[in-house]
């Protein structure tokens, strides 16, 4: 095993054609981490409590019968539509149906016309009464978000609870959105960053309102690269959604900074699911890939989809979830458990690059939170 200068100054591990990247992802997305060689890099690498999170009181054991009454409250939840289908399904769905259980009027937004309905006839089955409904949004074209999110002011005053959930893993060739940006940016970061500029008013007229954004255990491996946000000229799939999921923190820690700077009122708070079996996987790179091998070798090492939602659950609807927190499951390296306090990246919290990042999603995505709030 020998290292050698790659690009931009980084490192690159060689041994049998494993980048670092490779080695690290192996172990840490594919739940490897307790195996013997990958656990001890891993675990240097994952990112401690920051120092605005230390001194903080720890989160009690905390579940979805925690959850306290949302009657009279809205939410509206991306990519709720992944009902349970051999033995996943997607974590947007369990939050849905954790929301509609305490009573919110929930709107499941995805760009699958049939299996979002299909979601909502079964959370209506399991919560008789739940006020519940699907809308049709696809993320990764522009288009779409401003259509749909016309539609929502068009037809209500507020919204409450915005759990920004949807997202896509790129698949081993780069692919492009409608408006051509890299599939994976335009999904998980700059359609949720429209949308969310986009629905700003309804969200300052909400009665305590949050946005959640739901980022990855992966963001630390991730890198802002301004010259190339869309990896253009290096693309690697699993890079792509790794610097997605950090630039969802750089985004929601941003959003706070310009909630309290403008008076917006409006709670902006990130959380990650650790590792949780849903189609994430096989829907982008493939059950071939390192990843899906550690689906189909140790599935046991994979927690319930219910329980990977619990986080973000614990941010969109706990009295004590904190602005500007980040939250995630409170077990091993954090990648399974209950919720607790997740370890910021330092390159998440940095207020430059997040200001910088905010103003390039203004312009790619032709929207402005100042003239649409």
């Known amino acids: 095993m020998t290292d050698t200068p790659g690009e931009n100054g980084t490192i690159k591990i060689k041994a049998s054609g494993f980048s670092r990247r490779s080695f690290i992802r192996y172990s840490a997305v594919g739940a490897g981490v307790a195996a013997v060689g990958g656990g001890i890099a891993v675990r240097a690498s994952m990112p401690p409590l920051s120092p ?9 054991d905390w579940t979805a019968a925690d959850i306290p009454s949302l009657q009279g409250r809205s939410a509206l939840v991306t990519g709720g539509n992944g009902y349970p289908v051999d033995d996943r399904s997607g974590l947007g769905f369990h939050d849905a149906l954790q929301l509609a259980r305490a009573g919110a009027d929930v709107i499941i937004a995805s760009r699958k016309q049939e299996r979002g309905e299909e979601a909502v006839q079964r959370i209506r089955a399991t919560a008789p009464g739940a006020s519940i409904r699907f809308e049709t949004l696809d993320l990764s074209d522009l288009a779409s978000v401003a259509s749909f999110a016309e539609k929502m002011r068009a037809s209500r005053r507020s919204l409450d609870i915005l759990i920004n959930n949807a997202g896509v893993m790129g698949r081993k060739n780069r692919e492009v959105s409608a408006n051509g940006f890299e599939r994976v940016f335009a999904t998980n970061t700059l359609g949720h960053f429209a949308l969310t500029a986009w629905l700003l008013p309804l969200l300052r007229e909400g009665n305590s309102p949050r946005v959640v954004w739901v980022s990855s255990s992966r963001s630390f491996m991730g890198a802002i690269n301004f010259a190339d946000l869309q990896l253009v000229q290096d693309y690697d799939y699993g890079a792509a959604y790794d610097n997605s999921k950090l630039a969802i923190l750089l985004v929601a820690f941003e959003m706070q900074r310009r909630s309290a700077a403008e008076g917006w009122g409006i709670s902006s708070i990130a959380a990650h699911p650790g590792i ?5 996987v096989p829907d982008g790179p493939g059950l071939d890939s390192l990843e899906g091998r550690n689906h189909r070798y140790m599935p046991f090492l994979f927690q319930p989809p219910a329980q990977g939602a619990l986080p973000t659950l614990y941010a969109a609807t706990s009295p004590q979830a904190a602005a500007s927190g980040y939250y995630g499951p409170n077990g091993f390296l954090g990648l399974g458990g209950l919720p607790g306090w ?3 990246p330092e390159k998440a919290d940095d207020p430059q690059v997040a200001a910088k990042l905010w103003a390039t999603l ?12």
């Open 362 to 373: 203004e312009q790619l995505g032709d929207v402005t939170f100042e003239r649409m709030g």
């Open 342 to 344: 997740a370890g910021i």
């Open 276 to 280: 949780a079996r849903t189609n994430l």
């Open 52 to 60: 605005r999170q230390q001194g903080l009181p720890g989160i009690p």
